[in-house]
């Protein structure tokens, strides 16, 4: 049985050791995205605007009657006047061809107060300029910049797969004979000494002390990239989840999908109403439109700083009937636990002291992915020069 985990653990750690290395390495720096960006561009983000702010549609209309090839798809709308509103936008699809005008998709930073605009950039654009940086980060870390969906696709099964040797690789530390305790206690300490002894001791009391860390982290990557393929099915054997309204829409037929009606701004009131009705205390900090499924979701609160997530409400882009609610510290357990995957995978669980464990977190964790790698590489360099030997005698 031990053969079998060492195999297991050999390599699913190589298949995974380049990736979790990067994503380590960008999740490391990704922990403060929100306010590196801001240090880095202030442009973006300062004004000093006195007044009262205008109404999101009215921002809205400003991006789109200047850019009229592009129609914005999301929004973070600021409380207060020293603070840009940001808004992403998208190529409307040409009439004439029935294909999305040659545009790229850009966000625009305007002032809340007068609509002037304070910055603009491509998203994701490559690759190390000031205003390129954390979007560019961001691509990578969650999807390496590949189109469509198989970066989602690929770092998802990654996760997958550090999920199961999370497992492997402390079954591996357990000693066997007795006494237990004494022996598996020498697997918690680094000894150091020559080269491959100290990367190997590193290696594995790293991996059993920081274990407690890493599951979280490891299965949160798969909530966040495969949560209907594989992170809500597997909840659901102990706790149901409703599907979200992109999975139930997902299912339905363009015609039963309707057609857009519904502005931002009345989008955006009818977001207001119901977060009165249902005593929301946050205030509507995103906004954003599918017009695949011809749905707005209003997110109340601002960034990721709730401990316990967001919570969000959809309507109609038909009607503005409300489709759907997820609100945070409500619902099944399973409901619960699936919100809670952001603020644990950005430590915001538990404010700054969980970012800054996050950003040690993913330095230790590229640790680890490298020192598996110098263990592979100097065993593999001994089973050769054992195989020369023997073939000599």
């Known amino acids: 049985m031990r053969a079998v985990l060492v195999l297991l653990h050999r390599y699913m750690g190589l298949a995974t050791a380049l990736f979790l290395l990067l994503a380590g390495l960008t999740g490391s720096v990704l922990a403060f995205h929100h306010e590196l960006d801001e240090w880095l561009n202030p442009q973006f983000y300062e004004v000093s605007g006195d007044g009262p702010l205008l109404a999101p549609g009215t921002l809205v209309d400003r991006v789109q009657a200047e850019h009229p090839r592009l129609q914005v798809w999301y929004m973070e709308y600021p409380q207060e006047a020293t603070h840009t509103a940001l808004l992403a936008a998208v190529p409307r699809t040409d009439p004439a061809t029935g294909k999305p005008y040659a545009e790229r998709n850009q966000v625009f930073y305007l002032d809340p107060v007068s609509a002037e605009q304070r910055g603009q950039r491509f998203w994701g654009a490559c690759c190390f300029q000031r205003e390129n940086l954390v979007p560019f980060l961001l691509e990578l870390h969650y999807n390496l910049v590949l189109p469509g969906n198989w970066g989602l696709w690929l770092m998802g099964l990654v996760a997958i797969g550090w999920v199961i040797d999370c497992f492997v690789a402390v079954l591996l530390t357990l000693p066997r004979g007795r006494p237990f305790w004494h022996k598996w206690s020498t697997a918690w300490k680094i000894k150091g000494g020559h080269a491959y002894r100290l990367n190997f001791d590193l290696h594995r009391a790293g991996g059993l002390w920081l274990w407690l860390l890493l599951l979280p982290i490891a299965i949160s990557s798969v909530a966040m990239n495969l949560p209907s393929q594989v992170f809500k099915p597997v909840v659901s054997l102990f706790s149901p989840i409703e599907p979200s309204v992109y999975e139930a829409r997902g299912r ?85 636990f699936y919100r809670l995957q952001l603020p644990i995978h950005s430590g915001r669980i538990i404010g700054f002291t969980g970012q800054v464990i996050i950003a040690a977190l993913g330095v230790l964790i590229a640790m680890l992915s490298l020192t598996g790698i110098y263990i592979w590489w100097r065993k593999l360099i001994a089973r050769r020069s054992g195989k020369r030997r023997r073939a000599r005698h």
């Open 252 to 336: 339905m037929s363009t015609a039963e999908l309707g057609v857009t009606r519904l502005t931002y701004q009345q989008a955006y009131e009818r977001a207001v109403e119901e977060g009165r009705r249902l005593d929301l205390k946050e205030t509507i900090g995103e906004l954003y439109y599918s017009f695949e499924y011809n749905f707005y979701g209003a997110g109340f609160g601002q960034h990721d700083t709730q401990a316990h997530g967001k919570s969000w409400l959809f309507f109609h882009g038909t009607n503005g009937h409300l489709l759907g609610q997820e609100i945070a510290g409500q619902g099944t357990l399973g409901e619960r």
